[in-house]
């Protein structure tokens, strides 16, 4: 198994940027995909974007196509979204999720193992 932490999350304007990071325990990080999912209050988890084990293939979702970018170093166990020309739209909580599973998935059930979640907030 694998612990998860997020971090880097906050208030920024409308237009600004943030980086939020997921810290992962352990030493076969390189065995997990990864994702980003987000849920707002009231509203359902939906998926931002995943990465392969290797960091070769990347996916988003069409909401932060262009504006975001996901990433991972193996050597430091850490997976990053990076997050630019941020809207209020964007305004949730983020999420860092993990899974051994060969099957690309874009929804919360494909994944295993979770973090606490960071919050982001996007001021008009």
Do not use: H
């Not at 990465?51 to 997976?79: E, P």
């Not at 899974?99 to 994944?111: D, E, H, L, P, V």
């Amino acid at each position: 198994q694998v612990q998860l932490v997020e971090s880097g999350g906050g208030r920024v304007q409308a237009g600004g940027s943030l980086r939020l990071s997921c810290a992962a325990s352990g030493r076969t990080f390189k065995n997990y995909a990864m994702a980003w999912f987000r849920q707002a209050p009231g509203k359902e988890r939906e998926f931002v974007a995943r990465i392969s084990r290797s960091g070769a293939i990347t996916y988003y979702a069409d909401s932060v196509k262009g504006r975001f970018t996901i990433s991972r170093d193996n050597a430091k166990n850490t997976v990053y979204l990076q997050m630019n020309s941020l809207k209020p739209e964007d305004t949730a909580v983020y999420y860092c999720a993990a899974t051994q599973r060969i099957t690309i998935a874009t929804s919360s059930n494909g994944y295993d193992y979770w973090g606490q979640g960071t919050q982001v907030t996007v001021s008009s």
